[in-house]
């Protein structure tokens, strides 16, 4: 294929969907999955592992997720296809590296509507003590079986034309992010400025920097900014994208760290100090608290009628958010059935655009992760950790196209990408690394039954896609390598369903910079691996050509 190929020949196309969403609908697609139950839960558990200090995770946490989301912003303007970070990796390295970062974005997106689920339930048990224990800190039965209806529930909405979701979830995503922000108003009235260094309560850091550190992945920071790729997962459906796709991204992650940042201010300002006498650990010990962390303060404040509208509002911000990632997991199934990953039916589309096949799927595998981890504080961690692998294809890719493809047009060029892109790829190592090597070793067990699935697909597909190990030879090498790193290292991080322990040989700071200059050095090796330009264009042009064979078949759209 010519070199002087134009981006218009080589654009991928996602036909039969209805671009029905625009600028504002694409933000608050973002926008509504970010601001979900993490911010029910987020500043209490990160005020819970790190104190005060917290506020620096926040703050840390918010700057990594901006850099990675400007990656985001620059590849869904040059390809917006239904379910992009599932298949930007594909369009840059081939099926090999494809096939890894495909399936992380489908198990992150079918993962996070159960946390919903089960945070709406713990919220609920206000109400009603039988939906969530207390004591063991996980969904009763009734609970459980209630997390089955509303997932249900997510699922029959979805089957919604695209237009009129849109305009349910502009609506949700009004009330979603008012109410936080009346929140933060409400409670900076009793504001103790002694609280951040409360010396009974051990300080401003009470667990030393390194617990700060652990926080950022483990306590629902990563997890609450999840959220700004929904508009990329979604840019088929998307008006204009090359224009509103970088912009929603980039408004929908501003809004979500300020909100953030205010909500861990207001939170440690606000807890009385009678309810420290235990320390900011012994919180998690308080019932006042634990349960319903925002409700539970405000009614330690004498805010009683706040405290029953952040109950209200623990169903609807919950809900809006597993709602929306139902919709994003059936358009990553979509974009795994174009790379010929998942089976064909998974692009059947019904005659309002839904890829049906698709949405039915994540439903029922979705249910799959409510038994392990029954509760919305034991899900979180495995859910982050898969998020940022994810997100680590992003910088990978925007730097192989960089390199290969130069001259394709850019909707949004991300500034000074030649250094934040290897910087964004070392922040993602560091946040899977703070997550602990227990927490990696259960990714590795999901990423094992992903091959497993996947290969079974494909090994009944006559037109799958070559597996081109010699762009994506450094992919082992860096999950083998970090698995290695981590447990050298001082995360141990969750063992719920085994007891492992990191050895700590790498001392603390340097396990920080090993992991640093080992992404760096697997970064420059992807960039020189990655496919060759005209491999990278018969790839993308390929999908052109498939979806033009889809139209012709009508045993593949609906």
Not at 232 to 259: C, F, H, W, Y
Not at 393 to 413: E, K, N, Q, T, V
Not at 494 to 501: A, D, G, K, P
């Amino acid at each position: 294929m010519a070199t002087e190929t134009t981006q218009a020949t080589i654009q991928p196309v996602d036909k039969g969907f209805q671009r029905s969403m625009g600028l504002i609908g694409a933000t608050w697609a973002s926008e509504t999955s970010i601001i979900g139950s993490g911010w029910l839960f987020g500043a209490f558990y990160a005020s819970v592992a790190a104190g005060p200090a917290a506020l620096i995770g926040w703050l840390i946490g918010g700057v990594a997720i901006i850099i990675l989301a400007l990656c985001h912003a620059e590849l869904g303007g040059m390809f917006p296809v239904s379910g992009g970070t599932a298949r930007f990796p594909h369009f840059a390295f081939g099926g090999t590296a494809g096939t890894a970062f495909g399936f992380f974005s489908w198990l992150q997106a079918v993962t996070v509507a159960p946390v919903e689920c089960f945070a709406v339930f713990e919220y609920l048990s206000y109400y009603d003590h039988g939906l969530y224990n207390s004591t063991k800190g996980l969904v009763t039965g009734a609970g459980f079986v209630l997390t089955i209806v509303l997932m249900a529930i997510f699922t029959a909405v979805n089957f919604l034309a695209m237009r009129i979701f849109t305009r349910v979830n502009e609506v949700i995503t009004w009330w979603k992010v008012a109410i936080p922000v009346f929140a933060i108003i409400v409670l900076f009235t009793k504001f103790h400025g002694a609280n951040f260094d409360l010396k009974s309560a051990g300080g401003f850091m009470p667990f030393g920097i390194k617990a700060v550190f652990a926080a950022i992945p483990s306590s629902g920071i990563v997890f609450a900014y999840l959220g700004f790729e929904q508009a990329d997962q979604l840019a088929a459906e998307v008006k204009n994208p090359q224009r509103n796709l970088p912009r929603a991204i980039i408004i929908s992650i501003m809004i979500g760290t300020l909100i953030y940042c205010l909500l861990q201010v207001v939170f440690t300002a606000a807890i009385p100090a009678s309810a420290l006498h235990g320390g900011w650990a012994g919180l998690a010990k308080n019932p006042a608290i634990s349960a319903g962390p925002f409700a539970g303060l405000a009614g330690l404040v004498a805010f009683a009628w706040l405290a029953h509208l952040l109950r209200v509002d623990a169903f609807i911000s919950p809900a809006g958010t597993g709602n929306m990632y139902v919709t994003s997991t059936s358009r990553i199934g979509y974009g795994l059935g174009r790379n010929r990953y998942f089976p064909p039916a998974f692009t059947k589309l019904d005659k309002r655009g839904i890829p049906w096949v698709s949405l039915i799927v994540a439903f029922l595998l979705g249910l799959v992760f409510l038994l392990p981890f029954p509760s919305w504080h034991a899900l979180v961690t495995l859910v982050t950790l898969i998020s940022v692998m994810m997100y680590c294809g992003a910088p990978l890719s925007m730097g192989a196209f960089r390199r290969r493809l130069p001259d394709i047009h850019r909707p949004y060029r991300m500034w000074g990408a030649s250094v934040l892109g290897p910087v964004a790829f070392m922040i993602a190592n560091l946040l899977v690394y703070w997550a602990g090597y227990g927490s990696l070793l259960k990714f590795y067990i999901c990423l094992a039954i992903g091959y497993i699935l996947i290969g079974g697909f494909m090994l009944f597909d006559k037109t799958r896609p070559l597996l081109e190990w010699r762009s994506a030879i450094w992919l082992p090498a860096w999950l083998i390598g970090l698995g290695l790193i981590s447990w050298q290292g001082q995360y141990t991080g969750s063992s719920t369903w085994f007891t492992v322990t990191a050895t700590h040989n790498i001392p603390f700071w340097a396990d920080m910079g090993t992991v640093a200059g080992f992404a760096l050095f697997i970064y420059i090796w992807a960039q020189f691996s990655a496919a060759p330009r005209a491999d990278m264009e018969a790839l993308i042009g390929r999908q052109s050509a498939e979806q033009t064979d889809m139209d012709r078949d009508p045993n593949l759209v609906v």
